[in-house]
């Protein structure tokens, strides 16, 4: 059985589905090689417009298997170090793919598996699925980003509460928050996060690249915006997909983009 499932389609939505269920999809060291083999894969993939994480089963992911923790007597804080910091690397490479990614969080994300979640460009969840990070109370530190990533998505306070406390959210409740985009129906998810990710393959590659590395680089005040925009801006001028896009508009057509 492979750890993931990785199903392309023409339209250039990407499926990557975490499959261990009888694990409830905890990132083994089988699964985590394989993840770095697909991210390559899809870094180089041209005809990948948008990714898609999600899990089979009734969980997204659990987080990182743990079991190993038991022999922690045999290793040393900095070996320790070395294996925890290429665990989160090799994960959170979702993050230089340049084609926008998205999380459907069908069930539990825990831990890691919730930070991998929010390390994707949207973030939609079933209204019952189960949000939480519970490191403090396994005696653990956070990882896997997750003192950034939270602050960042969802805000400081909010934070504070599920690291400290262990506070745990519905999607739902997620969604209210601010800390993902949306939630829905469980029977819905699928079919609604497929509609999103039609409508990002869609989009003109250039632009969409561009655009997502703009939200990415965090502009530090209104004159670096600027100064970005405009440079990327006139790269998608000189781009046949823009006069696709001009054209299709004038003939109340859906456009063909290229990504030239």
Not at 178 to 189: E, S, V, Y
Request: one cysteine or more; glycine letters at 8%.
């Amino acid at each position: 059985m492979s750890e993931l499932l990785v199903d392309r389609s023409d339209d250039g939505v990407v499926w990557v589905t975490f499959n261990l269920p009888d694990r409830r999809n905890a990132m083994t060291d089988a699964m985590t090689r394989r993840w770095s083999q697909e991210m390559a894969a899809l870094a180089q993939d041209r005809t990948a417009r948008c990714v898609v994480i999600t899990g089979a089963g009734s969980a997204f992911s659990a987080g990182g298997d743990l079991s190993w923790l038991s022999e922690r007597a045999t290793e040393s804080v900095p070996d320790l170090r070395d294996r925890m910091l290429t665990f989160y690397r090799t994960w959170l490479s979702i993050t230089h793919l340049e084609i926008p990614t998205i999380a459907a969080v069908n069930g539990a994300a825990v831990g890691a598996g919730l930070c991998l979640a929010l390390a994707c460009d949207l973030v939609y969840a079933a209204d019952d699925a189960k949000l939480l990070a519970p490191f403090t109370s396994l005696g653990l530190h956070p990882g896997m980003a997750a003192t950034y990533l939270l602050p960042k998505t969802g805000g400081l306070r909010l934070a504070r509460e599920m690291l400290l406390t262990g506070r745990v959210l519905t999607g739902a409740e997620a969604a209210s928050e601010g800390l993902i985009n949306r939630a829905f129906a469980g029977n819905d998810l699928r079919r609604s996060v497929q509609e999103i990710a039609l409508k990002v393959a869609s989009t003109a590659p250039i632009a969409a690249k561009l655009t997502k590395s703009a939200l990415n680089g965090d502009h530090q005040d209104l004159e670096a915006a600027l100064r970005w925009e405009a440079l990327a801006q006139p790269v998608t001028m000189a781009s046949a997909d823009m006069v696709e896009g001009l054209r299709a508009h004038r003939e109340r057509r859906v456009p063909k983009f290229t990504g030239s």
